[in-house]
């Protein structure tokens, strides 16, 4: 798979990395790939960009235990901007990716005690929390950061992933809501919240689930997992004993729709197929 | 009765309109340089950041909170506005009006902000009045009374001249105003050479937020999400989307 991403072109190697960064990929072992051959290769024509993608390499080799690459990204970055907070905060994830939480721990505080506004050192000293087990404390601490950051979705979403994996299905939803609110045409946000929804059960949730599941539908047709997920909580609703028959037939009406789109995308994709 | 018509010799355009118009937009591009390295850190603190950050939440609830159920939005109108114990009710923030006297930083700021901007201005006016001395420059496109005249024609002594014909120091202020645009175009928004911004901050006071606004932004905030109402968006969902087929293309495309 990574020969397919060897290419040969200076430039364009350049711009794919411009790109993954810009998009926010996590595909490490390409980016390795591709940001150890131009930074061996081609140093000089990087010019300033070389700073940006040490980084970018920096932490893709992180990611794939590549420490020995990984210390000289950093050996340059610390180079070139001493005393920088940036650069500190690497060397911390670096020490994180050793499992030396104690002095990555300690590498943030020092950040933290020059800018008590940092947020990068906060959230990493969270993600210890989380990569050491320690839920409850992630938990708590995240709760902490983000009454002073109100603002931050990243650490929202982190959040109700945090209460999902605890089970705590009413907090998960209350990070959704924020989410919802500040992205309301981000249909995956509507879909992640419907299922929340869904799973807490009970016939409220459950009418709440089937409505953000058509929301997410109708902000993006081609959703398949909400367009299950509408009829499986419409056909719930439906099944449930304490509904009345009015209700009961809009339900089975939802639900039969439903069934039809889902038999209609199964031909598309059969059609598909054949080509 | 028309009024004589001067014609300019044409080397005052070459030697005297172009040079001053250069001069100028030099002198512009130079003084955004220089305030970039004059540049002082602007420390915010966590209270200041916190609090945007909140007001940010407030306004985004009055303005959104129709995608989220009822309840939701009741439950933090109800943090925000409650009346013992609401965000922005209850929360006031020392109030610390920025003067110049109590705060350095405030101080050191208004001085730089004077040495690049109004010091230049004032010094090259002078120049540009000294050495273009003694003639006319160019012609104000609309008819100006006498009372301009001591003002715009400061070199030369003829009291029968139209008071729309102008010296140069004239036509250097004229630039300094007319290369703004000329600068955001060059420079991208938000640069140190354009003068009348950075004028009408010395105007307001304060080039950051004030604290003062915090307490008053919360009030504006209260009263505005006391005033909002919930008006769920997803009423009649499911009709709206039953309402057609789904659109399925694309969805199957490598």
């Given at each position: 798979m990574s020969k397919n991403v060897l290419i040969i072109v200076f430039t364009e190697m350049r711009d794919k990395l411009r790109k993954w960064r810009e998009d926010n990929h996590r595909n490490s072992e390409q980016i390795v790939d591709v940001g150890e051959e131009l930074i061996n290769e081609h140093a000089s024509k990087l010019g300033d960009d070389i700073w940006i993608i040490y980084e970018q390499v920096m932490i893709a080799a992180l990611d794939c235990s590549r420490d020995d690459l990984a210390w000289t990204c950093l050996q340059e970055l610390k180079r070139q901007f001493p005393g920088s907070q940036r650069v500190k905060r690497l060397a911390g994830m670096r020490l994180e990716a050793l499992e030396k939480y104690e002095d990555a721990s300690k590498q943030y505080d020092s950040i933290l005690q020059d800018d008590p506004t940092n947020t990068a050192a906060r959230k990493r000293k969270i993600s210890i929390l989380k990569a050491q087990g320690k839920s409850a404390e992630a938990i708590r601490e995240l709760n902490e950061y983000l009454e002073q950051f109100v603002g931050d979705q990243e650490a929202w979403h982190e959040l109700s992933e945090l209460y999902i994996n605890e089970h705590d299905y009413g907090k998960a939803a209350f990070c959704l809501e924020e989410l919802m609110m500040t992205n309301p045409h981000n249909h995956l946000y509507c879909e992640q919240y419907a299922e929340v929804k869904y799973t807490q059960g009970g016939l409220e949730n459950l009418e709440l689930s089937r409505k953000y599941f058509a929301q997410a539908l109708k902000l993006n047709n081609r959703n398949m997992r909400a367009l299950f997920g509408l009829y499986m909580s419409a056909s719930h609703i439906a099944a449930s004993p304490k509904v009345n028959a009015t209700v009961k037939k809009a339900n089975v009406k939802y639900a039969t729709w439903a069934t039809n789109q889902i038999n209609r995308a199964y031909q598309v994709s059969y059609a598909r197929c054949l080509l | 009765m028309d009024e004589p018509e001067l014609l300019l010799d044409s080397n005052i355009r070459l030697w005297v309109v172009l040079p001053i118009v250069f001069i100028t937009f030099l002198v512009g591009v130079i003084r955004h340089y220089v305030s970039i390295l004059l540049q002082s850190d602007k420390k915010l603190t966590l209270e200041q950041v916190s609090d945007s950050q909140v007001l940010i939440r407030s306004r985004i609830l009055r303005e959104n909170?129709?995608?989220?159920p009822k309840q939701s939005f009741l439950m933090r109108k109800f943090y925000f506005n409650n009346q013992e114990d609401g965000f922005l009710k209850n929360t006031k923030r020392k109030v610390v009006p920025p003067s110049p006297m109590t705060d350095p930083s405030m101080l050191t700021d208004m001085m730089k902000g004077n040495v690049t901007n109004v010091l230049p201005m004032i010094l090259i006016g002078g120049w540009i009045n000294w050495t273009f001395s003694g003639f006319v420059t160019t012609k104000v496109p609309f008819p100006l009374t006498l009372r301009f005249k001591p003002m715009l024609q400061q070199g030369i002594e003829l009291l029968?001249?139209?008071?729309?014909?102008?010296s140069s120091a004239s036509w250097y202020f004229l630039n300094v105003f007319g290369l703004r645009s000329m600068y955001s175009l060059i420079l991208g928004q938000d640069n140190g050479a354009d003068q009348s911004r950075i004028m009408q901050e010395q105007m307001s006071g304060a080039?950051?937020?004030?604290?003062?606004?915090t307490n008053k932004a919360f009030k504006a905030e209260w009263e505005a999400l006391e005033l909002t109402d919930h008006q769920w968006a997803l009423e009649g969902v499911e009709e709206e989307l039953m309402s057609r087929e789904l659109d399925l293309d694309g969805m199957f495309s490598q």
């Open positions: - | 909170g129709k995608y989220i029968s001249l139209d008071a729309s014909w102008v080039a950051m937020a004030m604290p003062a606004d």
